[in-house]
């Protein structure tokens, strides 16, 4: 089965630390990948997602993924984050062919102190 | 204003009583997806359409049914709610896939919070 790991349960960062949340997924073939967010009380937002071509894909706000084919990797940095940033994150993955399921990870709560 | 609807947002219920939670969108998409989000577990898909009269389970569709009778709306069905089925659950909305696998942002709900006693 096919599974999403997101190993930063939770992130404690001041302002204008840099940001590196991890995402890992097990699947053998071509995926497509998303990075969501989930604002306190709100619904989930795309952040950014990939499908081919640049491996290094830039979202809204300041974020940026990097997608790593061998070590079937695809984590978010930001430079300088905000107060503004803490939320909760989710990487998402779906096989290129075959099921049309997203595959989301346990999410990794992001916490910005002034 | 595009957007996915959720009704109700708040629910609490009965063992065995059962409800119907409501989604609706009004962006013309053909894909249509229920989540459950629990602490630890983040999202997990329960049922999606991939367009009227076309269903398929998710990774958690026990004690769940779906219908898409309508292409804006995708209701939720717990006809025998147990406490396990308490949750945060949201409905998720997106344009067709091209063929090479789910690609298009998915638009989420702003959830339904439900509690079975």
């Known amino acids: 089965a096919q599974s999403v790991s997101q190993h930063n349960h939770h992130v404690i960062l001041s302002e204008a630390a840099s940001l590196e949340l991890g995402c890992n997924y097990s699947y053998g073939g071509t995926v497509n990948l998303f990075w969501y967010v989930q604002y306190p009380g709100q619904h989930l937002q795309l952040l950014l997602k990939?499908?081919?071509?640049?491996?290094l894909v830039k979202g809204i706000k300041g974020f940026e993924a990097e997608f790593i084919k061998s070590k079937f990797s695809f984590n978010l940095r930001k430079p300088s984050v905000q107060w503004s940033d803490t939320a909760e994150y989710f990487c998402?993955?779906?096989?290129?062919?075959?099921?049309?399921?997203?595959?989301f990870g346990t999410g990794t709560r992001l916490t910005v102190i002034p | 204003e595009a957007q996915v609807t959720q009704n109700p947002r708040y629910l609490i219920t009965v063992t065995g009583k059962k409800l119907t939670v409501t989604c609706s969108q009004n962006m013309n998409h053909e894909y249509m997806s229920w989540y459950r989000q629990d602490p630890g577990l983040g999202l997990r898909q329960i049922y999606y359409s991939m367009n009227v009269e076309v269903t398929d389970k998710g990774d958690v569709p026990e004690g769940y049914k779906v219908s898409r009778k309508e292409k804006r709306n995708f209701p939720l069905i717990l006809e025998s709610p147990s406490p396990n089925q308490t949750s945060l659950y949201f409905c998720a909305s997106s344009a067709r896939t091209s063929g090479r696998g789910y690609q298009e942002t998915q638009y989420f709900g702003p959830g339904t919070r439900l509690l079975v006693l």
């Open positions: 998402a993955v779906t096989p290129q062919t075959g099921a049309n399921n997203l595959f």
């Open positions: 990939y499908f081919s071509g640049d491996p």
